[in-house]
């Protein structure tokens, strides 16, 4: 780590800044309960008592606090032979009551002091969140691209490129998305939980009063969706190829209210927000379909964390190596290819694994656009 350029987590409207870790030279087995060394103990940290909306209930004994945490998550808040636990308690003066292995249920941290409390409750925040990062994510935000004339041009496109760039190196039928998939994803998503899931309706059910009406004001989004682009700078060796938004008064509006709902999502803390703004695209091709089936894309403003989960997936027995593909016959001939106006009337929080009846992604929820 760069002691100029730590790393910086947002937990809601908070930053925390992550600072190096000092040696520590333990010699510990593998146990269930651990702790990941990526994964801040609470001494990297300076506490802040600022959260005064933090709801704490008054006991006989003191104070505590009710914390819903996925059980995914409990391995990194008792760390290894339960050292991180006890170092939160031993700091802060406090009790962490966590459930037992294979029990779901809230964590419960109680104290004579509430400054004690909300330290703990921060320090556990800090670790949650960082531990949601290093998750494969379940669920994304997505607009559906899925209008007949849309698929019927898409199935054109893939007919003509196969035909065209027959030969050329990495092209074939498999690394097209399907066409009951064509999406924009908006944002991903760690759900660990059903509750997780009902507070993502929620947050979506704000954004259809906050921002929809303000920012779309009755009217339809109506883009054109025509050119082709790619991830990377050499046309000869891609993996991804995507079809544009083309430029005008309706990508601006769509533009201006993504960005605004992932601002509102990563509030929350269940979205990460990398970049300033989302790379509106939808995704045609990609090299990875080789071996994921389910043509669930990661949004380019979080490509460095979907690459982090490529690395790890590295380590597994059945991981194969991405094969580019030659896109340069194919830009030249297919490079300003129209593919239509697409009226867009939702946008979906889709489950990564989940199949739809109609061959789209499952659906948990969706608001409706004008």
């Avoid at 006890?86 to 964590?107: A, D, L, S, W, Y």
């Avoid at 690394?175 to 009902?198: N, R, W, Y």
Wanted: glycine fraction near 6%; aromatic fraction near 6%; charge should be negative.
């Amino acid at each position: 780590m760069d002691v100029l350029r730590p790393q910086i987590i947002q937990i809601g409207n908070r930053c925390y800044r992550k600072n190096p870790s000092l040696h520590r030279d333990v010699e510990a087995d593998e146990e269930e309960e651990f702790h990941d060394p990526e994964v801040p103990f609470d001494s990297g940290w300076n506490d802040e008592i600022c959260d005064s909306r933090t709801p704490i209930e008054e006991t006989e004994n003191g104070f505590q606090i009710s914390m819903d945490i996925p059980s995914a998550f409990f391995k990194h808040i008792i760390g290894r032979k339960g050292e991180t636990r006890r170092r939160i308690e031993n700091e802060t003066k406090t009790q962490v009551r966590i459930p037992k292995t294979g029990q779901e249920g809230p964590i419960v941290i109680a104290g004579a002091e509430r400054k004690g409390i909300i330290s703990a409750k921060t320090r556990i925040d800090v670790i949650t969140s960082s531990a949601r990062q290093k998750e494969t994510f379940t669920h994304f935000l997505s607009i559906p691209i899925t209008s007949s004339q849309l698929i019927d041009r898409f199935l054109e496109f893939k007919d003509d490129v196969l035909r065209e760039c027959d030969g050329d190196r990495g092209i074939d039928a498999s690394i097209f998305q399907k066409s009951e998939k064509l999406h924009l994803t908006i944002g991903t998503l760690v759900l660990l939980s059903d509750a997780e899931v009902q507070q993502t309706l929620d947050v979506l059910q704000q954004c259809h009063e906050d921002l929809v009406g303000p920012i779309l004001k009755g009217q339809r989004l109506c883009p054109r969706i025509q050119g082709i682009e790619y991830m990377n700078d050499d046309p000869s060796c891609v993996d991804v190829l995507y079809a544009k938004v083309e430029p005008g008064e309706d990508l601006d509006r769509l533009q201006i209210l993504v960005d605004r709902i992932v601002d509102k999502f990563s509030i929350t803390g269940l979205m990460q927000e990398s970049y300033a703004s989302v790379k509106l695209h939808i995704t045609v091709m990609n090299t990875k379909m080789r071996r994921d089936p389910t043509g669930a894309t990661v949004p380019r403003h979080q490509d460095r964390k979907s690459h982090s989960n490529d690395q790890r997936d590295q380590k597994g027995p059945q991981h194969k190596e991405r094969e580019s593909f030659d896109a340069m016959s194919l830009l030249k001939k297919f490079g300003e290819y129209d593919f239509g106006e697409h009226h867009m009337k939702t946008i979906h929080l889709s489950q990564r694994l989940g199949v739809a009846k109609d061959g789209y992604y499952g659906c948990e929820g969706s608001l409706l656009l004008p």
